[in-house]
């Protein structure tokens, strides 16, 4: 008999979260040391030069001008029907797919996935990601009674595995014929990694192919967390457009979050939204997505809702975001551009990046790594096969100089 008070499936360890844990280290270390002397690469929140918090005064000053009802009032259980119009457009832009789409608000983008793995899974599956992720997909899957296993995520040539990938997906589909694979793109957390469209065009060769089989039901969850700190010019939601025109039997989801690109990381504003060729499909994500919102959290942040609603379908007020956003993405772009410089001038092996908040760094034994890297006053966060350094938290000036940091402490036992 159990001698623990909670029930044997929700026993944990009796450990906090490692990001959070070493957030407050880091902070332990500027009081010790100053600011100037350590370089806090642990949180993913974009952060000034000097260390101040980016709060997007577009996106507050019209939260503070808002009518306290606007604020207050309960949203609707699927999300307010001008947000859910409106969160559309934010996610697909230019390049929604010719398909039925729906939406549900979610508190964030962990909300969508929360609902993508219990909703679309069956207890005890499996649910496939690359071997680099962002580690509450772990967490999300055992709170749901399912497993969370990864393909290896780059070949070679420095792309995207598609061979392993196929090789998981194949061997999954034949175990349980419901299979959801997770893709963070663009903007991969931690690589900053960007699945590019012809990776895309042979992804979806697997996806049509294992659709042949009927009894296959193919749920493929895009999480793109990131996409809004993409540089424009790369066109990172033209893919979406490749949805259009899927066999019913695959299901295309979209985890949409507020939190990076509109800063709006504790009013929890985000979106699970569906792309099928089949409206029963849609109807069906539909219905089932709103009782789950009930069964959880019940409704969502009316005030975020009706920010987002607002910049979306306000030109003046949509032009303002977008500029002080895009001062804040070319911000984000010469950080990284200063730390690949450097890691190539010292030899710091990277994983590929392209976009985003994070860059990795491959290493043997990432948690001796990053202890070790405590002690030189950098701070960043240990992963399944290397670590994450936050581009979006340091300043351009510690980002061109934690490459050489970071390379003379891995030259010392981990090379």
């Known amino acids: 008999m159990s001698k623990n008070m909670v029930a044997d499936h929700a026993i944990r360890p009796v450990e906090n979260d490692t990001i959070f844990t070493i957030s407050a280290k880091a902070s332990e270390a500027v009081e010790k040391y100053g600011p100037d002397k350590v370089i806090n690469s642990s949180m993913g929140v974009l952060l000034e030069d000097n260390g101040d918090f980016v709060a997007f005064k577009s996106v507050y000053d019209y939260l503070e001008s808002l009518e306290a009802p606007k604020i207050a009032a309960y949203a609707s259980i699927e999300g307010d029907k001008d947000f859910l ?43 496939i990601t690359s071997s680099l992720y962002w580690d509450p997909y772990n967490t999300i899957c055992l709170e749901s009674g399912r497993k969370l296993d990864t393909y290896n995520m780059f070949n070679e040539n420095g792309g995207l595995d598609i061979d392993a990938f196929k090789e998981k997906f194949n061997y999954y589909l034949t175990k349980q014929k419901r299979l959801l694979t997770i893709f963070n793109t663009p903007a991969h957390n931690p690589t900053g990694y960007s699945v590019s469209d012809e990776e895309w065009d042979e992804i979806l060769v697997v996806l049509k192919e294992a659709a042949k089989d009927k009894d296959n039901k193919i749920i493929v969850l895009v999480d793109i967390a990131y996409i809004d700190f993409c540089d424009e010019k790369f066109n990172r939601r033209k893919f979406m457009e490749k949805f259009a025109g899927l066999d019913e039997n695959i299901l295309i989801l979209f985890a949409f979050s507020a939190s990076k690109g509109y800063t709006m990381y504790g009013l929890r504003n985000g979106a699970l939204l569906c792309v099928t060729s089949k409206e029963e499909i849609a109807k069906e994500f539909f219905y089932t997505n709103l009782h789950s919102n009930r069964g959880t959290w019940s409704n969502g942040t009316k005030g975020a809702m009706r920010v987002l609603t607002d910049i979306i379908n306000d030109e003046n007020l949509g032009n303002n975001f977008i500029k002080e956003r895009d001062h804040y993405v070319k911000m984000l772009r010469r950080r990284a551009d200063v730390f690949l410089q450097k890691s190539e001038e010292v030899g710091l092996k990277l994983y590929p990046y392209k976009d985003g908040f994070f860059v990795c760094i491959p290493c043997k034994d990432p948690v001796k790594a990053a202890d070790l890297l405590m002690e030189e006053n950098v701070f960043v966060i240990p992963l399944q096969t290397g670590l994450r350094f936050a581009l979006c938290a340091v300043g351009e000036e510690k980002c061109a100089l934690a490459p050489k940091i970071i390379k003379e402490v891995l030259s010392k036992w981990d090379e």
């Open 85 to 127: 119009k409106a969160v559309k457009k934010a996610c697909f832009k230019d390049h929604m797919p010719n398909a039925y789409i729906e939406a549900v608000a979610t508190p964030g983008g962990s909300g969508a996935i929360h609902h993508s793995v219990f909703n679309y899974t069956n207890i005890g599956d499996t649910v």
